[in-house]
């Protein structure tokens, strides 16, 4: 009895680093979850077609001063990364389940690119000033 | 007992897109691909304003174009089927919730999340338009 | 046939063969079969096995869906045969096939040492917080708190979950639900005090990390069990415990 559960306890399996993705893909879903209708109608469809909208709130200066803001850059920064490593997992496992192509250059073309993004969204949120 | 031979038949390589659950699941995470489409059009937004105001008034522009309102239309329809799905898996992750002896149904922490949702968009829809005022 | 049953209505029965000895791979035989509007597809495979072909191979033993010994495809989706009325099926041929996923044995009959390998991997029994006498007398438990944890324990490892999972059909080696139903089972029990040890075995690729939430487990269980739930809801444990195991005396 006790050599069959030594094996049946097999030294457990090697840890999956998939929590490093799904975290961010968890937020990312639950911050396009709750804001993502409203994002979308204003800066997509109620802005633009409004008179004087996006000359009053969208204007250069306007949204500078928002991106200049450190409260602000955290939220485009947020919003930004969030939404991208969010598809970035998603669009990983379906292509995955699809057998779209080996696993590493599936990674490659989600997670590099949602990692590209984060780090040229960052660089340029810096680049814009306080 | 000795003539033991086990057969494994292949697993079907479209499972993905089989009619019912499978193709519906499928279809769930695709919504994946509107909410990165939508984080592109930000960062779009974002590298134009790095770049100067000329460049910020081309993206406006953009934004302005019929193209742009049919694409944020659908990444519209795209993004709220993704919150319909998204809080019908959401009682999947977390332990079951009890309430005076008995569990919560999932269909219950749905529509309550559901709503929250819809009153977050709201809300965030409202409060721009008033501050813009 | 006796003149009463050439004078039923008969249902044709397409159902996969397969004999390890005699077969080079499986292949489908059809039954013409007298049913009446009380038999379920079990009895219309023992009406085969009486009448017209006594070597056809399946198991089954209750026969009222609490065994989980006939588990097959059947129509394409797994299903319990002793469960399944041959009224509430479309009309036309039935289609019956073992289930999904697991080696063939002989017909209806698939390998479950694989999935018994895994159940009793996940310590399936009570460990205690702290060791107790019988003198202590014995556990106390509100309603509540069994509710916690009851659905998991009403599992009769059928193993149609298994037949339904995709990402199981792509990586066999993948812990699966019936097993995390089992594994929750335990570390949603208030008189246990082995969470730990129990998600140490399931951190890792072939642990609930297979999973992607296409969720037809819970949707194909006969007992209502919601393994979906036992491997979504250890998603976060194991993720918050990669992020928290480098904290001094982190508990769980």
């Known amino acids: ?130 | 007992m000795s003539e033991r031979r086990p057969y494994r038949r292949p697993v079907n390589p479209k499972w993905w897109w089989a009619p019912g659950a499978y193709r519906a699941y499928t279809l769930r995470e695709l919504t994946g691909v509107g909410i990165a489409l939508y984080g592109v059009v930000l960062f779009a937004g974002l590298i134009s304003l790095s770049r100067g105001p000329d460049h910020w008034e081309g993206f406006v522009q953009f934004l302005r174009s019929p193209a742009s309102i049919v694409l944020h239309v659908i990444l519209l329809v795209v993004v709220a089927y993704h919150v319909k799905t998204w809080f019908e898996i959401l009682p999947k992750t977390q332990p079951k919730i009890i309430v005076n002896g008995k569990q919560v149904p999932a269909q219950t922490i749905t529509s309550y999340a559901t709503l929250v949702a819809v009153a977050c968009s709201a809300a965030l829809v409202l409060f721009t338009f008033l501050v813009a005022r | 046939m006796s003149e009463a049953a050439a004078l039923m209505k008969t249902v044709e029965l397409r159902v996969l063969r397969y004999s390890p000895v005699t077969d080079e791979k499986p292949s489908f035989g059809s039954f013409q079969v007298p049913w009446t509007d009380d038999m379920s597809v079990l009895q219309a495979l023992q009406t085969i096995k009486d009448t017209l072909d006594g070597t056809l191979s399946f198991r089954w033993s209750c026969r009222m869906a609490v065994c989980g010994s006939c588990g097959m495809m059947i129509n394409g989706k797994p299903q319990l045969a002793c469960n399944t009325f041959i009224r509430n099926l479309p009309k036309g041929p039935i289609t019956v096939e073992p289930l999904n996923h697991f080696p063939i044995e002989r017909d209806l009959v698939v390998s479950v040492d694989d999935f018994v390998k895994k159940i009793e991997s996940v310590y399936p029994y009570i460990i205690p917080k702290k060791p107790k006498s019988v003198a202590d007398g014995p556990y106390l438990q509100t309603p509540a708190q069994m509710v916690a944890y009851e659905s998991f324990s009403d599992c009769i490892n059928c193993m149609l979950c298994y037949a339904a999972c995709p990402q199981f059909g792509e990586n066999p080696e993948f812990i699966g639900p019936g097993a995390m139903a089992m594994l929750q089972r335990y570390n949603g029990d208030s008189r246990d005090g082995a969470q730990k040890l129990r998600l140490d075995l399931i951190h890792g690729e072939d642990g609930v990390w297979s999973c992607t939430a296409v969720g037809v487990c819970s949707d194909v269980c006969p007992k209502h069990v919601d393994p979906a739930n036992a491997v979504n809801q250890n998603k976060t444990n194991s993720a918050l415990d990669f992020f928290l195991r480098f904290l001094p005396g982190a508990a769980r």
Not at chain 1, 2 to 13: G, I, M, R, Y
Not at chain 1, 30 to 47: H, K, Q
Not at chain 1, 62 to 74: C, E, S, T, Y
Not at chain 1, 79 to 93: D, K, N, Q, T
């Open chain 1, 1 to 130: 009895m006790s050599n069959a559960v030594s094996t049946k306890h097999a030294a457990a399996e090697k840890r999956s680093i998939s929590p490093l993705f799904w975290l961010p893909f968890g937020a990312g879903g639950m911050l396009a979850a709750l804001f993502g209708p409203g994002l979308i109608l204003v800066t997509g469809i109620l802005g633009p077609s409004s008179s004087g909208f996006m000359e009053r709130f969208a204007s250069y200066d306007h949204v500078l001063a928002f991106a200049r803001n450190p409260i602000g850059k955290l939220i485009v920064l947020a919003v930004i990364a969030l939404f991208f490593w969010h598809g970035a997992e998603r669009i990983f496992l379906t292509l995955k389940d699809m057998k779209a192509g080996p696993v590493p250059n599936l990674k490659f073309a989600t997670y590099g690119v949602a990692a590209l993004v984060t780090l040229v969204t960052f660089v340029v949120l810096l680049g814009i000033g306080f």
